[in-house]
């Protein structure tokens, strides 16, 4: 079976996107960059919703040929191209860079691809990340925690019908005050 992992940034009040869809963090430094890096090179499989795929594909395929770009920011742009891709949304008709598309339900589908035999995936975007949460699908839960209120926007955990128990397994401190926290399920 495959560990699920849902990671992405968010501000302190809980928000991975402020009220009008801007990014809840400031650029990471060069270590959190790196970090991100090395998660997309060791993830077999990413899980996006529409939003967060429509920003990530919107930048990262032709990221590496802009002017002045970083050896980080090639390396890492080269890894997202290389990563397998699964896309969720009833409203967009194709995707490329490695991705397929699902418009069918997502559940059914993380379900099935959770219990195949394989290296670990990641989840992004609140919604799709929410039904996979309360589905009891996902295994891990990492925040990286930029030292900002942004007063709404998208949150990080969705509504959801029951509690789910976790176990702090990781923190870190990386620079410019950003926290990661690292949470598995209990089950």
């Not at 997202?80 to 559940?107: C, E, H, Y």
């Amino acid at each position: 079976m495959r560990k699920l992992t849902f990671a992405m940034n968010v501000s302190l009040d809980g928000y991975i996107a402020g009220p009008g869809g801007e990014l809840s963090r400031s650029a990471p430094s060069d270590e959190l960059f790196q970090w991100w890096s090395d998660r997309v090179a060791a993830t077999s499989l990413a899980l996006y919703g529409r939003k967060l795929w429509e920003a990530m594909s919107s930048h990262w395929p032709t990221a590496a040929e802009q002017p002045g770009v970083t050896p980080a920011h090639v390396e890492y742009a080269h890894r997202w191209q290389a990563m397998p891709k699964v896309v969720f949304s009833s409203t967009i008709g194709t995707v490329g860079w490695n991705a397929r598309l699902v418009t069918g339900d997502a559940v059914t589908e993380i379900t099935r691809l959770r219990a195949e035999d394989g290296e670990p995936m990641d989840i992004g975007g609140a919604t799709l990340a929410g039904a996979a949460t309360r589905a009891g699908l996902i295994d891990e839960y990492v925040l990286v925690t930029a030292p900002v209120l942004v007063g709404g926007g998208t949150p990080f955990f969705t509504t959801l019908d029951d509690r789910v128990n976790l176990n702090l397994v990781e923190t870190r401190k990386f620079p410019d005050g950003v926290i990661l926290t690292r949470y598995e399920t209990r089950r």
